[in-house]
């Protein structure tokens, strides 16, 4: 497809959306309607809210608005024709939006039909090119995206350049909805938002619980491993810490209000950096300490408004998996290669193998906003630079796209429907080392600031388990299974046998329960399956009699009457937990 062509053809369904929602609904006022990454959106202000059958309506008038083939025309018009236009339809956000535009810059209208918008373009050239759409949802949102702004009505919907490609994206979305963590949260009993506690705060049941366990174990063997050191922090400070760090001038808006107590502000912890920092400052450090790698699966808090949190993805209490290594400028490389090395053997131990990695830079204006001089930036921006080269992996350079304290390396998770995910980040900070007075004696008997790399690999827990709940859609591999195999006996007398199987495979770390309802065999083994179990065992007189258990998997499978021997060897090879030999 010609570069561009999606995104005008979305830009113009969008247009053509707004005509048919004025056609219906006359009186409703126009904002903004852009197209996306996934389709195209438009903001209407108007009294009653759109209900699903009132999108059907907009839906048939946009395919007689496309039936009738008006070509798009664009005409530059004069700043005070623009307002003097929308002004007589009163349509305000139309008249803030021309006030708001550089007056250099020229304006113009894009018409089709007897629809005529402020707008930058492009369109494709008639409203008949627009053939495979479909409206998807409603929802609220901020005029400009601001909470003391009006909220208005948004008006979601996708397009595409064929039918085929418009009817595959939609199987997708309805498999995305399957497998939404929220969903599937609480249908296998793995977490939960409790209202009377907050919003943004997650409850790990027990099945959820063992799974961040399995993973929590599986990162500190692999941390030991590589000479990574662990440590345990407070959840708050005095407010006077997050003062020095810079935290409360340039992330107070993040952050909680301050708590006090015996005339003493804290505050809830956003990072654990500085944490972290005086642990390192604890001691005189010596260039031959270094590297010093200091890691912590700590629980953090961030303000996040109301409206962007979104079950385990957007919270506002998370664990990270913080590691700071401090080390002298010959060591960064190096460090960086290891901690790569790291981030893809994890990263594919839970079964992501397709990754976009991204070097955030500076960009090459206003760089009074970063933080330390143009050679720290060269040497960071270079040492990440080369480290990614030499290891081989792919990347964009994103300018502009750093923090104001450092460069770094942010890899996206590509899952099982190609949709992104946030993944492991590793970041240089010239702010805090200096901030903090973090420094080690060199070999010249001298006082020298260390290099700080700020690095997490899983990132957020809960972001990264409601990921990976989407990514397997509930049915996790064996190692992760919160319950590995569930024993099925089919009459009461057979209770005796189902709990010695289950007690010779808890011998084994297996995690196994025994279903002895009286309820029939075929109800429990489709619960099971629901429930994304991996292994139903189901014993009934003949396995009694053979020492065996007829097998089933969760996909339907039937794998008969299995010894027990033959089947721990089967479920031992399958949840070998991965090893990176490091």
Known sequence: ??????????????????????????????????????????????????????????????????????????????????????????????????????????????????????????????????????????????????????????????????????????????????????????????????????????????????????????????????????????????????????????????????????????????????FHIQIFRSHLRSYRDLPFRLAELGTVYRYERSGVLHGMLRVRGFTQDDAHIFCTPDQAKAEIIKVIDLVFFMMRAFGYEDFDVELSVRGPSDRAKYLGGDEDWAYAEAVLAEAMEEKGVPYKRMEGEAKFYGPAIDVKLMDSLGRPWQGPTIQFDFNLPQRLDVTYIGDDGKEHYVRMIHRAIIGSMERFVGGLIEHYGGAFPLWLSPVQALILPIADRHHEYAHEVKRRLQAESFRVEVDARNEKTGYKIREAQLQKIPYMLVIGDREVAAGAVAARLRDGSDLGAVPIADLMGRMKEEARIPSSGA
């Open 1 to 274: 497809m010609e570069e561009g062509r999606l995104e005008r053809l979305r830009h113009s369904a969008s247009h053509i959306m707004a005509e048919a929602v004025q056609d219906l609904f006359p009186g409703t006022k126009l904002a903004i309607g852009p197209a996306t990454a996934e389709g195209f959106y438009y903001d209407f202000d108007r009294t009653e809210p759109f209900t699903p059958e009132d999108l059907e309506r907009v839906e048939a008038r946009m395919r007689e608005i496309v039936s009738g083939d008006y070509p798009f025309a664009c005409k530059v018009v004069g700043r005070e024709e623009a307002l003097a236009f929308f002004e007589e339809r009163g349509e305000d956000y139309k008249v803030e939006l021309i006030g708001a535009t550089p007056a250099e810059e020229p304006l113009s209208f894009y018409e089709h039909d007897h629809f005529i918008d402020f707008c930058k373009g492009p369109h494709v050239a008639r409203t008949g090119d627009v053939r495979a759409f479909k409206l998807l949802s409603v929802a609220g949102a901020y005029w400009r995206g601001d909470e003391h702004n009006k909220q208005l009505q948004r008006i979601y919907g996708t397009a595409f350049e064929t039918q085929a490609e418009l009817e595959d994206y939609l199987a997708r979305l309805e498999e995305a909805k399957k497998r939404d963590h929220r969903r599937l949260g609480r249908d296998l009993d793995l977490f939960s938002i409790q209202e009377q506690s907050g919003p943004g705060l997650i409850f790990w049941h027990p099945k959820g619980a063992m799974i961040r366990k399995l993973i929590e174990d599986f990162w500190r063997d692999e941390h030991i491993k590589r000479d990574y050191h662990f440590a345990y922090t407070p959840h708050i400070a005095s407010i006077e810490l997050w003062h020095q760090s810079g935290h409360t001038s340039n992330y107070k808006d993040s952050m909680f209000s301050p708590i006090e107590v015996e005339g003493q502000q804290y505050m809830l912890k956003p990072m654990n950096c500085p």
